[in-house]
């Protein structure tokens, strides 16, 4: 673990990035996770992974460098094959929310029923799909290519056919930009604050710019969904929050007030990723319920802004509409098997 988070090298990190007091530790996780482990294990380790349908979740395997997804509800056919990833609900749970610095990397095992052990090493999957919309696309794909017989007759590419909802968790308030002049004076430590947040909103942007894309082109954009709490409120560049927080982190609840900010963004105690108060709840809840009430968007492409869609009505609205549209198709899908 000390090795993992730098073993100590940097204590602490002093104005850097025009003047901005950051301080933090990377010697250790800010929480170590034993109180949330032991809870989430007492609640969940009755249930495995196949208990749910059709649920994929994004973890990342930094002892073997790749994604691993687990926890798919398995076809009798799949299952000896895909029996090593139905994992415990409290595993998924720990190894797809073990976000860096906020909790520490979540190791356990998997044994299938010929014996074989497989062992995972999982941070927050964000790491490597922090918008999971892609995720979900390609899974249901796969489902296609297999001759899934609850896909039949969906070609791959016949998105037509996908209904897809991307739901973002919420972004913060931007209050500086970097530009390429202030850049070009950053070292290794100058760059260690930015790049994070520069590779997960980098990354959020292009699936959401990629599916919108290929839907748009397919003429079939009403298929596709996205609503996320931008810093710019209902429309503008989609700032997805960094998996890292570097330089956001609030000071614990018992010395610091709630800010509340503006119903359209996150900004103060709102946007930490850890301070789970009651009012900060509360509020939270709030900003998504007015959220609902906003205009249905979709990014520009020729810009890169979210932009009200014409004739859209609003997040609640669009999103009553899909409901609909998904319990239909669940009706005529279950009446094939009846």
Known sequence: MANYWGGGILDRIGEINDKAQVRWRVSSPNNKGESWGDSTASNFDKYRGSIFRHQEFATYDILHLRVS???????????????????????????????????????FKNQ???????EFNLVDGGVAANNPALVAISQVTKQVLDANPEFFPIKPTDFGRFLVISLGTGSPKVEKHYSA???????????????AGVFAQASADMVDFLIALVFQALHSEQNYL???????GTTGFERSPP??????????SSTVGISRGSEDNLSGTTSSLDLATKENL?????????????????????????????????????LVKFAK??????????????
């Open 69 to 107: 997804y687990l926890l798919v509800r398995f076809k009798i056919n799949e299952a000896k094959q895909k029996q090593i990833l139905d994992s415990r609900l409290s595993d998924i749970c720990m190894g797809t929310s073990a976000a860096p610095t906020y909790l520490p990397p979540y190791c």
């Open 112 to 118: 299938d029923c010929q014996g074989n052990i497989r």
């Open 181 to 195: 002049q202030k850049a070009a004076k950053w070292g290794a430590l100058g760059w260690l604050i930015p790049i």
């Open 226 to 232: 996205r609503i996320q709490l931008t810093d710019m």
């Open 243 to 252: 998996l890292i927080s570097w330089g956001r982190r609030q000071a614990p």
């Open 282 to 318: 509360e509020k939270l809840v709030e900003i998504g319920g007015n959220l609902l009430k906003k205009p249905a968007s979709r990014v520009n492409l020729e810009t890169g802004l979210f932009e009200p869609i014409e004739n859209g009505g609003t997040n609640e609205e669009a």
């Open 325 to 338: 549209l998904l319990s239909e198709e669940k009706k005529i899908r279950e009446s094939r098997f009846v």
